[in-house]
């Protein structure tokens, strides 16, 4: 069993959608977890398009796995500039969701 990948699962059920997202850091509870990811595609617009989505999503990274409710999607962005030559910025997404209880089916 492989349990050292960066890379977590998120399948959006309802879209029938999978991505696989590097995720930097990681808060997994019982009933809540949040994930702070940056696509290895800026222009991919998957973790986007779940802001504002009460989506169903299945969430798998390392030992944990989820049915779970999206609650919130946070864009994070840093600029850089360690010298004139090398000015960049990096964007990041965190997502915060809960359990699934109360989903109908599950």
Request: hydrophobic share 40%; glycine share 6%; net charge negative.
């Amino acid at each position: 069993m492989v349990t050292d990948s960066a890379l977590a699962v998120l399948w959006h059920v309802d879209r029938k959608t999978i991505a696989y997202v590097p995720i930097h850091e990681c808060e997994w509870g019982s009933r809540e977890f949040s994930l702070q990811a940056e696509p290895d595609d800026p222009t991919d617009a998957f973790l986007d398009s779940l802001r504002g989505d009460a989506a169903t999503l299945i969430v798998a990274y390392r030992n944990n796995v989820a049915i779970c409710r999206v609650q919130d999607v946070t864009h994070i962005s840093e600029f850089r500039c360690p010298s004139l030559e090398a000015c960049g910025s990096s964007r990041a997404v965190g997502l915060r969701a809960a359990d699934g209880n109360g989903i109908p089916g599950y």
